[in-house]
DNA sequence: CGTGGAATTGAGACCAATCAAAGGACGTGG
DNA sequence: CCACGTCCTTTGATTGGTCTCAATTCCACG
């Protein structure tokens, strides 16, 4: 749990691509690491690694731990836009623009892996499968975040726990941990500013899925005793509105579709 | 209004990077324009330009006429992610996957420009400044859907209704439309439906907003009478929550801020 | 002039927010 | 080792915003 290492400074040791290198999601993690000099850098919870206005020194690469994403609006209004686990990137909306866009903040001790600003560039500009599947990434990226406008937009507050813990499980699950059994890194307010909900519905919506048999809540552990139902629930006819915008203008759009 | 061209196929006129050409959010239109053959597409209101799980062919270019991006779940529930107006790029989501994920419908006559998925590829590869620039556009549009998420989590219906239209009238100003007197592309169901509410709850929203002297409203033509009264009620404390996630770990938390 | 989709408005129900209070877990300090 | 404080979690009671169902009006179009 703890390391012998307490400072925070990054060091400039050159990671190599072979055992300890996460696999990074929808990159090739080894061509990346092999051409890009990480900055290593370790975390304790509830370090900030950015801030809105900072000015940009690369993205971040999650090495280990659990990292929350949040966005604020002039007017004080914040919430959590994602979690990022281990070999999923951070700052990437950040990208040319000279400075952080969001905060992340780590959720537990970890490690992170600095990708700096330049290198990357280059490693990008010489090697043109990696930059390929680096906008395949960022394209990945903006799959997952319409995914979960349109789980907040149409499930209720059961549904979008459910969603989350799912979601999570499944994440853990690629990175080797048990699927059934997994502990949250997060506050019950965390997961609600994520969800858009009072961090009140979020305990009581897993209090209900608790007693419907769905799943096992003790604090933050979680066991997902029946996924499948779990994800029925969320399919399932309970939809809190269709919001089914059927086609337009009938009949010249008729026309249109035909075409 | 109507076009003398009927047909929907695209022609291969290579558009030279000239007058016609729109200007290209976060991208250089010209530079873009000028090593990528597009195909004119001329499309009718109602017409989608692709679906999910079609063939990716490339992105899009928005040229003329209001679009809406859908996305699907495969239990049926469905949203409207997001309008795009001239100078838009189309389909960025589905990069890297051999087919698009999601489907875009014109909501008027239009016009979008096709960019060839070999063609623009090689035009990334052979010019690292555009690859730069898309790499920057692609980080845009992850900062403007992370906006939206957080607006539509903490934001009430007529908040989120005065947000769609002061970003509605923002965008068809920096085209060289009126900045006051703007023309909805959608009906109150697709408004709903990108901000996570009923037709019926945008409506009493927009008479709401008109009521306090906010706005005129004409079925589809609204006209922005106080801009700044707008923002100030988005803005203002009427939050329906404030999701603020403190620090955690008190004492741990605060010893690492330091840092 | 008739028709159908879109927009508007009303009345009632329901889900989640809000306010309130109590019960743990954990680290700290006596 | 235990008492204490703090934060997190849980549960209850109530309010309120939005959904839902329903009816009417408006407008574009054939």
């Known amino acids: 749990m703890f390391s012998s290492d307490f400072s ?8 190599s691509a072979a055992i300890s290198a996460p696999a990074v999601s929808g990159l090739d993690g080894a061509l ?17 690694l950015y801030r809105p206005g900072q000015a940009f020194r690369g993205l971040m690469l999650v090495h280990s731990g659990c990292y ?15 979690f990022r686990l281990r070999g999923e990137l951070l700052a990437t909306e950040s990208l ?11 959720l537990e001790d970890g490690e992170v892996w600095e990708l700096p600003r330049q290198a990357f560039a280059h490693a990008l500009a010489t090697l043109p499968e990696l930059a390929t599947a680096f906008q ?13 406008m349109l789980s907040l937009g149409t499930l209720n507050a059961e549904q979008r726990v459910a969603s989350l813990l799912l979601d999570l499980s499944a994440r853990y699950a690629r990175l080797g941990f048990s699927r059934s059994q997994i502990v949250l890194g997060m506050t019950r307010a965390e997961m609600g500013s994520f969800l858009a909900l009072q961090l009140e519905t979020v305990t009581r919506a897993m209090s209900a899925l608790d007693a419907e048999g769905l799943i096992e809540v003790s604090r933050r552990e979680v066991r997902i005793v029946d996924g499948p139902a779990l994800a029925a629930l969320i399919a399932g006819r309970r939809t809190l509105a269709s919001h089914k915008a059927g086609p337009r203008n009938s009949r010249r759009a008729l026309a249109a579709m035909a075409a």
């Not at 990346?32 to 900030?48: D, K, N």
């Not at 400075?99 to 992340?104: G, L, Q």
């Not at 395949?136 to 979960?148: P, Q, S, T």
């Open 32 to 48: 990346l690491l092999a051409h890009v000099p990480v900055l290593r850098r370790r975390v304790r919870a509830g370090q900030s």
């Open 68 to 82: 929350k994403c949040t966005i604020a609006s002039a007017d004080g209004r914040e919430r959590i836009i994602g």
């Open 136 to 148: 395949g990434a960022l394209a990945e990226e903006l799959r997952r975040d319409r995914e979960w």
């Open 8 to 15: 925070n400074a990054p060091d400039h040791s050159q990671a």
């Open 96 to 106: 040319g623009t000279g400075s952080y866009a969001c905060e992340a903040i780590a």
